[in-house]
């Protein structure tokens, strides 16, 4: 946990399930506010069909003027097919992510296609990015539960992480799609991964539907996942689950590692602006809790003050 990454999924994640289209412009402020506020990256959007998920239609444009600009966060952006790659790598997407869903329901509803299929034309799609010299990320969608099926068989789960391992892809998210995870099943499923490919770079992709959010990150951290990947305000949840439901916000886990003295070399005051930007653009509070309340002082920065009082 020194240095976990994390991952902001807002653009794309948080931004997916909404119906008032945000401009380009405003979308671009908050990406690039955020990618320099020091975080490591940045999910700026998602190559899908844009009369599908309308929040989406500018993902191509919203890399093409990025990719001229200088941030301190790696972009990444999602692709569900093959076709999606290909428009990701003609705008040149630094990382790419893509996944497959443990629910058979989901994963039709998703893509069109069912686990079996998907697993196969991803774990292809995903070599041809590396081919094309691009960092790759693929993950397991619905890894912990899906709200049409209920509970995901484990081992459904784990072969899926398998054959990545085995096809070379070694940087694995777990997606808890429908946010049905708690805190021992991720904690399992994490360590389970790592004893497959001790080297496997685990992220852990929660949402709180229910409540469990913070609790499964840090069960994730704490069972040895590098990356976390979180949402400004914890806008989001996907729009082909049963209850979408946003994501643990990344304000709020910043400043809970922050609290312990770990990545003060992000901007707090940053996200919180990007948050409280984002509730006023799409007109309602939001999940998160420390653009409402603001932060409590970090243990680093007590530290510095005590020690200043004590030449005073």
């Not at 034309?121 to 890894?143: D, F, M, N, P, W």
């Amino acid at each position: 946990m020194n240095h976990i990454l994390i991952h902001e999924v807002g653009p794309r994640d948080g931004l997916q399930v909404e119906a008032a289209v945000v401009p380009t412009e405003v979308k671009l402020d908050w990406i690039r506010r955020v990618a320099d506020s020091g975080v490591d990256i940045v999910q700026v959007g998602s190559f899908v069909r844009g009369d599908k998920v309308p929040q989406m239609a500018d993902t191509d444009d919203l890399f093409r003027i990025l990719a001229k600009e200088s941030h301190g966060a790696l972009l990444s952006g999602l692709v569900l097919n093959e076709k999606g790659l290909a428009r990701a790598l003609e705008v040149g997407v630094p990382l790419i992510c893509m996944g497959v869903s443990a629910s058979e329901t989901h994963s039709l509803k998703n893509t069109g296609m069912g686990s079996e299929e998907a697993q196969r034309r991803i774990i292809a799609t995903a070599l041809e990015a590396k081919a094309a010299g691009r960092k790759v990320q693929v993950s397991v969608q619905s890894a912990f539960g899906c709200g049409f099926e209920g509970a995901i068989p484990e081992e459904r789960v784990m072969g899926i992480v398998a054959a990545y391992l085995e096809a070379g892809l070694t940087s694995i998210s777990l997606a808890d799609t429908a946010g049905h995870s708690h805190p021992d099943q991720v904690r399992r499923y994490v360590r389970r991964v790592l004893e497959l490919d001790p080297a496997a770079e685990v992220t852990a992709h929660i949402h709180n539907t229910y409540g469990l959010g913070m609790a499964s990150v840090y069960a994730a951290m704490e069972a040895g996942a590098t990356a976390i990947e979180t949402s400004f305000g914890g806008l989001g949840g996907c729009p082909f689950t049963k209850v979408a439901a946003g994501n643990v916000a990344t304000e709020d886990l910043v400043h809970g590692l922050q609290r312990t003295g770990l990545r003060e070399d992000i901007d707090l005051g940053a996200l919180i602006s990007v948050a409280t930007d984002v509730a006023s653009q799409v007109g309602r509070d939001l999940p998160g809790c420390v653009y409402k309340t603001g932060p409590i002082q970090s243990l680093s920065s007590k530290k510095t003050e005590s020690a200043t009082d004590e030449h005073r």
